[in-house]
C-alpha cells in the first residue's frame, strides 16, 4: 500500500514520462506534484518507490522511469480517464454506421489506428459454421482423430485426448448419430440441443460426444479474421524503434496471428476494456509493448474484440475511451 504523497509522486512521475519520455527528477516532479515537500523527501519516497520495483532508474540519468509494474499500479488506481474529444466521438459515430459488416470491421481498426497513431486490431465476429459430416478415426489407445467436413467444403482435422479407449464401433455410433441427426447445424446449435439429450444416451457415447462438440466447435469457429491497421505506423515510435530486433519479433507475431488471436480471444471474457502491459499479453519479448482492448457483441452476444496495440508508453487516459467507445460503437453498427 501507498501513502498519498507516494501515489501522487508516481502518478505524477508516469504522467511526465509519457509526455516528455525523458527520465524524470526530483526537480520535475516537486514543479508539476503540487507537494510541498524538500528534494530530500522526493528522493527518499523515490527511493521507497525504486525498491518496490515500481520505477527504475537508467545508468545515464539521474531522473526515473516507470517499470511495467508501475504502468499496471497506475491503469488500475491512479489514471485519470479523459472522455474524447467532440470531433474524435463524432469522427466515430459518422464512419461507424451500420452498412456492411466486413466494411464496418475495417473501418473500426482503422479508426483505432488513425486516432492513436498506433496499430489498430478487430477480431471479426465469428462464423458459426455448419458441418456436414463427421467421422472419428482411433489413433491410439486414447487419442481419437475428429474429421469435420463442412457444408462448405472445407475439412478440419482436430485430435481429441480422451480419458478412456472407445471401440471402433463406439466411434461409428458416435458419428452416425451425429451425422443423422444433426448434419446441416453449426456446433452451437449442437450444444444446446445434445445438452438436452445426452442424459437419455449411453454414458459412453454421451462422454465422447460432449468432447466433439466442444473440439467441433472450436474447429469450426477458428477461422475468425483480424484485421490490422496501421502497424507500420509502430516504426515511428522511438521507445519501439530503438529495439529493431524486439520489433521484428513483433512484426512476425502480426503475420503468424495466432497469438494475437489468442489473446483477443481471452478480451472477448473481460467485462469491457482490459489493459496488458509489457510481457502481460506474451505478444512479443518487448516490455515496451501495451495492449488495450474492449469486447464487442451484436445483439447482446459478444461476438469479438477491438483493440489498440502501442507502446508502454502511451497516453492511456484517451486511448482506453477510444477503444471502449470505439467497441460500443461497433456493437450498436453491427446490431442495427
Do not use: W
Not at 524503434?241 to 521484428?248: A, E, P, Q, T
Amino acid at each position: 500500500m501507498l501513502n498519498d504523497r507516494a501515489q501522487n509522486l508516481l502518478k505524477t512521475l508516469i504522467e511526465r514520462y509519457i509526455v516528455e519520455g525523458q527520465p524524470v527528477g526530483s526537480r520535475s516532479l516537486s514543479k508539476y506534484s503540487g507537494l510541498e515537500l524538500s528534494p530530500a523527501s522526493i528522493r527518499n519516497i523515490m527511493s521507497d518507490l525504486e525498491s518496490m520495483g515500481l520505477i527504475a532508474s537508467p545508468h545515464t540519468s539521474a531522473g526515473r522511469i516507470p517499470t511495467p509494474r508501475g504502468y499496471r499500479l497506475f491503469v488500475d488506481t491512479l489514471l485519470t480517464i479523459k472522455p474524447l474529444e467532440q470531433q474524435e466521438l463524432r469522427e466515430l459515430k459518422e464512419q461507424l454506421h451500420p452498412d456492411d459488416p466486413q466494411k464496418l470491421v475495417a473501418c473500426a481498426s482503422q479508426l483505432l489506428s488513425e486516432l492513436t497513431r498506433f496499430a489498430g486490431v478487430v477480431m471479426a465476429p465469428r462464423r458459426r459454421t455448419a458441418f456436414r459430416h463427421v467421422e472419428f478415426l482411433n489413433i491410439s489407445e486414447k487419442r481419437v482423430l475428429l474429421i469435420i467436413v463442412s457444408t462448405d467444403g472445407d475439412v478440419q482435422n482436430r485430435i481429441i485426448l480422451t480419458d478412456r479407449p472407445f471401440s471402433p464401433s463406439q466411434l461409428v455410433q458416435a458419428a452416425n448419430y451425429l451425422n443423422q441427426n444433426y448434419a446441416g447445424q453449426d456446433f452451437d446449435t449442437v450444444r444446446e440441443r445434445l445438452a438436452k439429450e445426452l442424459r437419455d444416451l449411453h454414458q459412453d457415447i454421451s462422454q465422447l460426444m460432449s468432447a466433439v462438440v466442444d473440439t467441433g466447435n472450436n474447429a469450426a469457429t477458428g477461422r475468425t479474421d483480424l484485421v490490422l491497421t496501421g502497424e507500420h505506423k509502430l516504426l515511428n515510435v522511438q521507445d519501439l524503434s530503438s529495439n529493431m530486433d524486439g520489433l521484428r519479433k513483433l512484426f512476425a507475431v502480426f503475420e503468424e496471428k495466432t497469438t494475437l488471436m489468442q489473446l483477443l480471444e481471452v478480451s472477448s471474457h473481460a467485462d469491457g476494456v482490459k489493459i496488458f502491459i509489457g510481457g502481460e499479453s506474451d505478444l512479443a519479448p518487448l516490455d515496451e509493448v501495451s495492449v488495450v482492448t474492449a469486447p464487442y457483441e451484436v445483439d447482446g452476444q459478444i461476438v469479438g474484440t477491438v483493440a489498440v496495440i502501442g507502446p508502454t508508453r502511451m497516453a492511456y487516459e484517451r486511448v482506453i475511451p477510444i477503444v471502449d467507445v470505439t467497441a460500443k460503437l461497433l456493437s450498436s453498427a453491427l446490431s442495427y
